[in-house]
Structures are given as C-alpha cells and as structure tokens.
C-alpha cells in the first residue's frame, strides 16, 4: 500500500509546515494550520489523461519568442475588454473573485453565451438544468456554448481533450479536485494542485482559462495567497447586493494596467454594460433638495460623477451618531472635526448620516469636498444650486488640496453639463478655453461664502 504523507497547511496563506503550529509564522493568523494529505504519484499531466506528447520547453533568444500581444481574444464585452487590457490573453489564466451572489456566473456565462467561439463552462456548483434556466434568461439561443458539470479535473481534461474549446471557464477553482491529492475538495493543497494543472494546460494548448474564486470574510480569495500568484489576472467582481451596479476592478494584470474599471447594471436578464457611468449613478431628480452634492472622481483610469447624500439631524441620544454607506467613517469623522474646527459648526450634537448613492464605494480623497459640502447643505438646509460640482481633497487646517488629473474631471463634469466646478487653488489645470466655469478655492470657508452667501 502506498505510504500517506500529509502536511500541515495555513489555510490562510498556504505556507506548508512539518508539523502543527498554533500560529502562522507567516501570516500571523492564529489557528489556521490544517493537515492535509498530499500523496502525490510520479506521472501526472494534464496530457497523460488525453494521452498526447508531452514536450518540454526549451530556451530561446528574446529575439525568436514570437509575441502574441496581438492575438487577444475579443470577448464581445466592452467593459470586460477593458479591465483585462484588450481582450484575453491565449493561454492566460484570470482569476476572478467576488462575493456570493455578486453576479460571477451570470457575468461569465454571458460571455460564454455571446462569443462566437467554442467555449466550454465547467460548472462544480450548479447543475446543468440549473445552467439552463440562467441561459435562457440572459441569451437563449447560443450555438458555441457547452456546459459541463464536473469537479474532477482528470475528467475535466478529457472533455476538453474531445471538445478542444477556445475558452475555458471554471465555476469554481474550489469545488475542483484532482485524483492525485487525497485531501477535500477547496483545501489549500487541491486548490494549489488544480490550479497548477490548468495553468500547465493553458500555458500548452494557448487556451484562455477564466476561474471563479470565493472569497472570504474579509474579502480576500479563499485559498492560498498562492493562487493569485500563480495567475497571470486577477479580477474582483464588486458592489453591494442590494443595488444594481457591480464594478468588475483587475488586482493584478500581467498584460494591462490594474488602474481600468469595468460597470455593470444587474438586470433580470443578466448584466448590463455601463458604457456612460456618470449618467447613471446621478440621480434625475427635477426638484432642488438639501444635502446633495456632486463629486467628481476617478475610480481607476475612468472619470466618474457620483452623488453624495448627507443628512445632518439633532441628535437624539447623548452620543451622536456618524455613519457613512460608501465612505470610510473615520474620514467622515476627520472632516467633521475640520468643519467644526474651520467653518464654526456645531456638528457635535448632530447625528450625520452619509451615503454615496448607486451602493458603490469610493476611497478617490477628491470627494471630501462633496462630502463637505453635502453636509454643510444638510445642515443648513439650502440646496446646492444645480450644475456645481466639487473635485478637491480637504486637510486638517481646512485647506482645499489638489488633487490629481483633474483635468479629466473638469471634461468629464463639462460632457456631463455641470456648469461649475471647485477645484484647488493649487491645482494645475491644463486645460484651455473650457465650457465650465473653473472656481479655485483655498479654504473651505472660501466655499462656504460662495455656496451659501
Ligand atoms: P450569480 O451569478 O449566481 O452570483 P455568484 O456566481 O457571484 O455567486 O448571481 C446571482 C444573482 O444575480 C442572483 O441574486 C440573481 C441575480 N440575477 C439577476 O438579477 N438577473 C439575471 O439575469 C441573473 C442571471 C441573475
Ligand atoms: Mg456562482
């Protein structure tokens, strides 16, 4: 019989251990190792099992690599073209990760659907009936699409060794197993182990292969810190379940910039490509209401106009409360104390509730002056007039701050019909012979004199 050998595993950070530890050395988590059995036996390729040649490779001059930058694989989807840098990469692995119920399937069985390519969707977690009935929902007629329902990676292979599809979609890298590792599915080694099998296939057959991964509590892949390096893209699917947007953000990208963003719109038939962001995520509403402002930021490389809401209200218990949807408390709090220090308010014994609307959450500091402005609007009860948007970053002494390319945001806010804008003092601007009235600022008194008189 052939000898067990197992290991301990950090099923936190993958790191391996002779034996068990209490804490991870590596990552510090405490309680994480698990052994895991990792027998392994000698012949194991993705080819032994559709029994074709192996070859190894050889070294080349840098000169006789033939590049492939060209050859990218168009997936029909503007935005998912976008983050990927142009397309998938042949033999390219992309790992796309994301909270339950986010939209990762749907996302990637619609492109499986709408490409003219032959794709096959390996599914480990739905059955095919169930595959089904989300196809006919999105695009019912779809010649170039097999799904397959398997976990089995040796089995996997094979259909692929029959099928010989252009693009590999995995639902999900946790639910797989290879007969080589003997420890449970979604464990730090099968994970490791499958995920090497499919990069060995992509990387031999020049097949793109998209993986779905979980996610944990903390919003991190599940599974070993390993796999996003063993990757050639990772991608996170994000945005809150409640609302319709989902922003589709690239991690790492071995053939493209990680700065470019993709949005979507669920909708009962699938996602929905959101070529024009700012139009949507601004509310149309005809009345003039206190407590909105405009910001106008820049997620990854794109220009984006998103509405701030702010509600300043007494405080009904000693301690007032702050709470912000889409913006971090404790930058609400910092700038809350600036305006109590700067602009003379007495915000201590006002509850402020904060919230970026369309559910997406931004870190871009250029909208602490929105932000500001929002509630100075709320407090005092007078709307911001109609056509003023903001794009500066706030300091401790109340100082409006520069913030960068903020000549993307003024064409952006000019496209969009905004009719003014606050920036910096100190901001550079480039541009010449604007549509849009440019108000430089230095302090946020300067604005609360021009907003409010
Ligand atoms: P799903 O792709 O299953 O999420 P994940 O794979 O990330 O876990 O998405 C499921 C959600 O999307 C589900 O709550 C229903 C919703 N949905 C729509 O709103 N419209 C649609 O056309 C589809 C297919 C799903
Ligand atoms: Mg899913």
Same mark, same amino acid.
């Given at each position: 019989m052939a000898k067990t050998k197992t290991a301990f595993f950090c099923q936190n950070c993958g790191t391996q251990y002779a034996k068990w530890v209490g804490q991870c050395s590596s990552c510090k988590e405490w309680n994480t190792v698990v052994e895991e059995v990792v027998q392994k036996e000698e012949k194991r390729s993705w080819k032994t099992d559709i029994s074709s040649v192996k070859q190894a490779s050889k070294p080349l001059r840098v000169s006789e690599i033939t590049h492939e930058k060209e050859l990218r694989l168009d997936t029909l989807d503007q935005e998912f073209n976008r983050v990927l840098g142009g397309g998938l990469v042949p033999g390219s692995l992309t790992l796309l990760g994301g909270e339950p119920g986010i939209g990762k399937s749907t996302l990637l069985l619609q492109i499986a659907l709408k490409l003219p390519y032959k794709t096959l969707y390996v599914s480990g977690e739905e059955s095919q009936r169930q595959i089904k009935m989300r196809a006919d929902r999105i695009q019912p007629n779809s010649e170039n699409c097999y799904i397959l329902t398997e976990t089995k990676t040796q089995n996997i292979f094979q259909q692929i060794g029959a099928l010989e599809p252009d693009l590999v979609v995995?639902?999900?890298?946790?639910? %797989?197993?290879?007969? *080589?590792?003997?420890?449970?599915?979604?464990?730090?080694?099968?994970?490791?182990?499958?995920?090497?099998?499919?990069?060995k296939f992509a990387k031999e057959s020049h097949t793109p292969v998209i993986l779905v991964g979980h996610i944990t509590k903390d919003g991190t892949i599940a599974g070993p810190k390993i796999l996003e390096h063993m990757v050639d893209t990772v991608l996170q699917f994000e945005g809150d379940r409640n609302y319709v947007y989902r922003i589709l953000r690239s991690l790492k990208n071995r053939f493209g910039s990680t700065a470019e963003l993709g949005i979507y719109e669920m909708q009962g038939s699938g996602l929905r490509e959101v070529n024009n962001p700012s139009e949507v995520l601004i509310s149309k509403n005809q009345e003039d209401l206190s407590g909105t402002a405009i910001a106008a930021t820049v997620e +990854?490389?794109?220009?984006?106009?998103?509405?701030?809401?702010?509600?300043?209200?007494?405080?009904? *218990?000693?301690?007032?409360?702050? #709470?912000?949807?889409?913006?971090?408390?404790k930058r %609400?709090?910092?700038?809350?104390?600036? %305006?109590e220090k700067?602009? +003379?308010?007495k915000l201590a014994a006002k509850d402020v509730f904060l919230?970026?609307?369309?559910?997406?959450?931004?870190?871009?500091?250029?909208?602490? %002056?929105?932000?500001?402005?929002?509630?100075? #609007?709320?407090?005092a009860d007078i709307p911001i007039e109609k056509g003023i948007c903001f794009a500066a970053?706030?300091?401790?002494?109340?100082?409006?701050?520069?913030v960068q390319r903020v000549d993307q945001r003024i064409l952006e806010a000019e496209k969009l019909g905004f009719s003014t804008i606050f920036v910096s003092k100190n901001n550079k601007i480039g541009l010449k012979n604007t549509g849009i009235q440019i108000r430089k600022v230095s302090k946020i008194e300067d604005v609360v004199s021009a907003l409010f008189g």
């Open positions: 995995i639902d999900s890298i946790q639910t %797989l197993h290879t007969d *080589y590792i003997e420890s449970a599915a979604g464990s730090i080694s099968q994970i490791r182990e499958c995920a090497a099998e499919l990069i +990854g490389m794109r220009p984006l106009l998103i509405e701030i809401q702010a509600l300043v209200s007494t405080a009904v *218990y000693g301690t007032p409360q702050r #709470s912000a949807t889409g913006f971090n408390a %609400l709090n910092m700038l809350l104390a600036v %305006l700067r602009a +003379g308010f919230n970026i609307t369309g559910g997406i959450s931004v870190d871009d500091p250029a909208i602490d %002056l929105a932000v500001m402005a929002a509630i100075l #609007s709320s407090n970053e706030v300091g401790l002494a109340g100082e409006i701050r520069p």
